[in-house]
């Protein structure tokens, strides 16, 4: 399958490195244009978690509640239940993590269409911290039921999960990253919900990651492929997860070796592990954030230091291989 | 919409509501006695006269959206929806049974009539506000009405939303404040005081009204008027009784949580609380049937 990367994209000075969340805000911004019952809610944080494009264009469809992510979802809920789709934005921490009950109250149990945007999920928030780099969304939304969670490559598969998220039944979450990350997939990517991209194909061993880890597993296929042979699949819908490919690409190479920036507990190499444990039990390995919080710092010296980087990631992976 | 029905019919179908609600309760063996019998009077009033509404179109698009927050008093509308013809009454001996449309707490899966789904406390005022907003953005003119417990006054995410409605000067909601001074633990202002919760919703920019939620002509005219109130959101407190006509279950808080029959400590024998309770209502109701020869 042809997935119209950009060219050259292996090589990171080429690739234009674009923050995810800019992504899911011109989104949003470009998505309200045609659909008049979408609304979008802000919690103080507009601006960074990049609401505020919305919010300018269509203040009408704009509301903002202040620092009250309860309250976020209960008008969110109200609005979904009258018939609006409403889009909840603020950082990830905050928009799942402090409401969870009335998510699962008010939206999830009636099946009420609300779309959780975030921002600042994973490590990747950086200089804040551990109290802001929320490494559990997954965890806590995946054991929801009817939850549908999408983790956007980067830049412009963000935008296109907006709007399939428009488009869909039922509460969603959308996975949304502070730091730039490398742009490596084009408007001419397709993009699917519950279809995972076999962006490379191999025999020898599945790698797969959601988010921008997806970009670090393609450069190291490249950089060992002399001596390995790395099947790199992008699973950007953690939940419904692609049983299908996965399990079609553990037959053929007996190994699945998973990377995400989110606790290893909970999170897209649980989901896996769970799939292949019960249907086809071969070796996994769940690389990620070890069941710990980690600390202040730039992001990539918190990728460096726990291991999330592409040279952490092929370390763990060919320790893990030998 | 609605037959026109006088204030002692009201009372009358109000005590019917209420000893239907025992009957449920003995049926269902689990559920809550106080509120929804301290409700009887103003679920009533609205169902049978202030709601706009159309039992054979439940979903009608311009109809008034009322709001359950403290789900747990679902048999006090349950009955009032059997009465009002949502459903047959029959339904009404299914509650909290195994595959029943009438979930121990509502669920609009089953019933989207009930508006939202409800249980978890202070969540209703919230969604409330989602509801008056998205009527607003439609130029609509139906009221949206939000009943709340007291003790539910005692989450946060309640006063998020108390904030936020009068930001968006939702004038087409009215919040109904079940003020029955009782919670699961024990009495309110006991257990984490709430006074005064007049002045709390007038310093946040509401307009507030008080009334007795057992006298029927007040019920009707304090509703009314809040509809006619444009320049803020409403809150209405209501002064009840919780197990409102039982006089075992009047003011004790014992009762918040269990049904007719259920051992409790210097309470009638739990064999008999049930035909006591509806003994007691059967001679209010000859009352008000008495009354009505005046």
Not at chain 1, 12 to 33: F, N
Not at chain 2, 10 to 39: C, F, T, W, Y
Not at chain 2, 175 to 189: A, F, M, S
Request: aromatic share 8%.
């Amino acid at each position: 399958m042809n997935y119209h990367l950009e060219k050259n994209y292996l090589d990171e000075s080429e690739v234009a490195w674009k923050k995810i969340r800019d992504g899911l805000g011109k989104g949003m911004a470009e998505l309200g244009e045609e659909k008049k019952d979408m609304v979008v809610l802000g919690a103080d944080t507009i601006e960074s978690s990049r609401a505020h494009w919305f919010a300018e264009k269509f203040p009408e469809r704009f509301i903002q509640v202040g620092v009250a992510e309860q309250n976020l979802t209960g008008v969110s809920a109200g609005l979904a239940y009258q018939g609006k789709v409403p889009f909840a934005v603020t950082y990830a921490a905050f928009l799942v993590g402090r409401p969870w009950e009335p998510i699962r109250t008010t939206i999830c149990y009636p099946e009420n269409h609300v779309v959780f945007v975030s921002s600042h999920a994973g490590l990747a928030t950086g200089q804040d911290g551990p109290t802001h780099q929320m490494t559990e969304d997954i965890a806590i939304l995946r054991c929801l039921p009817g939850f549908t969670i999408l983790c956007p490559a980067d830049y412009e598969q963000a935008k296109k999960a907006v709007r399939a998220a428009y488009d869909l039944k039922g509460p969603v979450y959308i996975r949304g990253v502070r730091e730039a990350t490398p742009a490596f997939t084009t408007e001419q990517t397709p993009f699917e919900v519950g279809k995972a991209q076999v962006l490379r194909e191999g025999k020898d061993v599945t790698v797969i990651a959601h988010g921008f880890m997806v970009y670090w597993l393609l450069q190291i296929a490249e950089e060992l492929k002399d001596s390995l042979s790395l099947e790199v699949i992008n699973a950007h819908t953690v939940k419904p997860l692609d049983e299908k490919t996965i399990l079609s690409s553990a037959k053929k190479t007996g190994k699945v070796f998973c990377a995400e920036d989110h606790n290893i507990i909970g999170g897209l190499g649980s989901a896996v592990a769970e799939l292949l444990a019960e249907k086809h039990p071969v070796q996994v390995f769940r690389h990620g954030v070890q069941d710990i919080f980690a600390e202040s710092g730039e992001p990539k010296a918190l990728w460096k230091k726990y291991k999330l980087d592409k040279e952490g990631t092929k370390k763990e992976l060919l320790k893990w291989l030998k | 919409m609605h037959q026109q029905y006088s204030i002692q019919n009201l009372e009358k179908k109000a005590n019917e509501i209420r000893q239907d609600i025992i009957k449920l309760l003995v049926e269902a063996g689990s559920g809550h006695s106080a509120g929804p019998l301290g409700m009887a009077d103003i679920f009533c009033a609205l169902y049978f006269r202030v709601l706009k509404h159309d039992p054979a179109n439940p979903l009608w698009e311009d109809r008034d959206r009322l709001i359950l927050s403290n789900g747990h008093i679902v048999p006090v509308r349950y009955v009032a929806m059997a009465h009002a013809g949502y459903f047959a009454k029959e339904e009404l001996s299914t509650f909290r049974k195994i595959n029943s449309n009438l979930e121990g707490h509502p669920c609009t899966k089953k019933i989207p009539a009930l508006e939202t789904s409800s249980g978890p406390l202070g969540e209703g005022v919230s969604q409330a506000c989602g509801f008056a907003l998205a009527a607003k953005m439609d130029k609509a003119n139906y009221q949206i009405w939000c009943l709340t417990s007291d003790g539910e006054h005692q989450e946060g995410m309640t006063w998020e939303a108390v904030m936020l409605a009068a930001k968006y000067r939702l004038n087409n909601l009215t919040v109904i404040i079940d003020r029955n001074n009782i919670q699961i633990d024990g009495n309110t202002e006991d257990i984490m005081p709430l006074e005064s919760l007049r002045a709390k919703y007038e310093a946040f920019g509401w307009h507030v009204m008080e009334m007795n939620g057992h006298n029927m002509r007040e019920i009707i005219s304090t509703l009314e008027e809040a509809k006619a109130i444009q320049a803020k959101p409403t809150c209405i407190i209501a002064h009840t009784i919780p197990g409102k006509g039982v006089s075992f279950m009047e003011k004790d808080y014992q009762w918040h949580g269990v049904p007719p029959g259920t051992d409790i400590p210097g309470e009638p024998p739990k064999a008999e609380q049930a035909n006591i309770a509806l003994r007691e209502l059967r001679t209010l109701a000859r009352r008000i049937e008495a009354a009505d020869l005046d």
